[in-house]
Each structure stands twice: as C-alpha cells, then as structure tokens.
C-alpha cells in the first residue's frame, strides 16, 4: 500500500488514471444512491407515521413496495429492471460498457434503459480525475474526491424528488470541519463561521421571503448544503458561491420559462446550482474569494 501511494505522489498521470478510473465505478453506485435514498426516506417515514398514527397497514400501503417484499438499502436488493423484474447480472452492470453493449435496453424486455446511468458514471469519472489533476494524489484530493461524489449524488436526488437528505448534507458538513482540523481546505476557525453563516444566511432569506410573500422559497436542505460547503471552504467563500448558484439559477430558470413554457409557479430545485457553485469554488475558490476581497 505504501509503494502504491508513493506512485500516485509521484506519477500525476497514472493518479489521474486511477482517479477516473474508480470515479466511474463509484459513478455506478452513486445512480443507485440517486435511486434508493429517497425511497429509504420515504419508507423511513412511513415507519414513523405507523409509530405515531398506530396504523402500520395504512403505513406499509403508502410506502412503495420493495421489489422482493424483504429489506429495502443500498446493497440488498440487487438491481433490476422496473419493467419485468429482470435482476440484473454483474456483467450487465459494468459502468458504461453494457450500457452500450446491451444498446440502452433490457437484455430480458428491451424495455429502453434511461442513457442517465452512463452519464452520470462518466460526469463522476471525469470530476474524480480533474480533481486528482488540480489537488493531486494528496489529502485535498481525496477530500476532493468525496466532496464530489457528495455533490453528484445531491445534485440529482434534488432534481429528482426536490429533496437534498439530511443523512448524506450533516455528514458532508461533519467531514468538512474534520478535514479542516488541518487545514486541509481553510482554517478550522474559518470553516466553523462557514458552517453557522451558511445556513444562518440562507434560513434568513428564507423566513424574509415567506413573510414578505407567504410563500417558501427554498427548502431546508439548501440551508444545510449551503452551511456544508461553508465548512469545507470557509465563510470566505460563501458570496462568491451564492453568486455563482444564484446567477446560474436565474438563467436556467428563465431559459425554461421562455423555452420549455414553464410556469413560475413550478418549484425549481436550488442544490443543483449549490453544487456547481460549490465544484468551481473547488478549484477557483480563491481568485473567487479575491474577486470579492476576501483571499
């Protein structure tokens, strides 16, 4: 283990490599978080409402079946095709590859299989290997690394289900002030006043909004995303990060207004553009702080 690490250190494009390389088979199992969270979630919740309500039937009726009637998580029970149940074989899970091979569909139904999947394995593949690129095989790589994953993960459970959960935000917001007991991505002082900025600031604009308009603007999670990335980069870099989403944000949301004719009265998930911010912050987070005289 030692010799292995010492050549990552010392050979930047074999780390890069490996970097991308595991980055895609983690990108595998991050489609099935993205999946199996929420329904974990949900059935988290129905469980309680059994609890409270004495009314496990009603609970157990509206909490959605798992496929095998049996434990429902991230390991158990194997994938399978939502159409016809097919489970779905080791070699017709390798990242991309059977994607391709099975030509997006079924090997049992031909039902189409969504080209997301693969998308999502090569976005964390190609993230996993720019980070090992900017920060190299070092602490901050691997930190890199994690918080990517994190953020691919958020980024597209709030998309699906408008959701960032509090089991996968609190503990990127733990991790990060662990890391930064080293300083690893900013001072330990610095990234406890992120922490309590970020989500003091966002839970501040949002209660100001509801009671200027008796409408919620944002969701709870986002406090907490953004009291995250506060943590791993510190309070410096939280107006160039709330610029950034926010900008970006606006424009995605005009553009499917006037393109795709949606309403204003849709809710538009916010940790998405969290996110990004939080990745260019990553990798520019200091010209950014110093745009805003702040480095």
Excluded at 10 to 36: D, E, M
Excluded at 265 to 290: D, K, N, Q, S
């Amino acid at each position: 283990m030692p010799a292995m690490i010492e050549l990552l250190q010392q050979s930047p494009p074999v780390a890069i490599a490996a970097a991308s390389l595991f980055g895609l088979l983690i990108g595998s199992f991050l489609n099935v978080v993205i999946y199996r969270v929420p329904v974990m979630l949900e059935r988290e919740w129905a469980a309680q409402a059994a609890e409270l309500a004495a009314a496990t039937a009603d609970a157990d009726a509206a909490a959605p079946p798992s496929p095998d009637g049996a434990k429902f998580n991230l390991m158990v029970p194997r994938s399978r095709c939502p159409a016809c149940g097919h489970e779905i074989t080791a070699l017709e899970n390798i990242p991309v590859i059977s994607w391709l091979v099975l030509r997006g569909r079924c090997s049992s139904c031909a039902t189409p299989i969504s080209a997301r999947y693969p998308a999502i394995e090569l976005v964390t593949a190609g993230l996993s290997g720019l980070a090992i690129w900017h920060l190299g095989a070092t602490a901050a790589g691997l930190g890199a690394l994690v918080l990517t994953w994190f953020l691919v993960s958020l980024t597209f459970i709030d998309v699906d289900t408008q959701l960032l959960p509090d089991n996968m935000t609190l503990p990127l917001l733990w991790l990060g002030l662990l890391l930064n007991l080293s300083g690893v991505f900013a001072p330990l002082h610095s990234a406890v006043i992120g922490a309590i900025a970020g989500y003091l600031s966002l839970w501040t604009v949002y209660w100001g909004f509801k009671l200027a308009t008796g409408k919620e603007g944002m969701g709870y999670g986002d406090f907490k995303l953004f009291a995250a990335l506060g943590a791993w980069f510190g309070w410096q870099a939280l107006p160039g990060i709330i610029l950034l989403s926010s900008v970006v944000g606006a424009v995605v949301g005009i553009g499917l207004m006037v393109l795709a004719r949606r309403g204003r009265e849709v809710p538009m998930p916010f940790g998405p553009y969290l996110a990004g911010a939080g990745l260019l912050t990553l990798y520019f987070g200091r010209p950014i702080a110093a745009y805003f005289g702040l480095a």
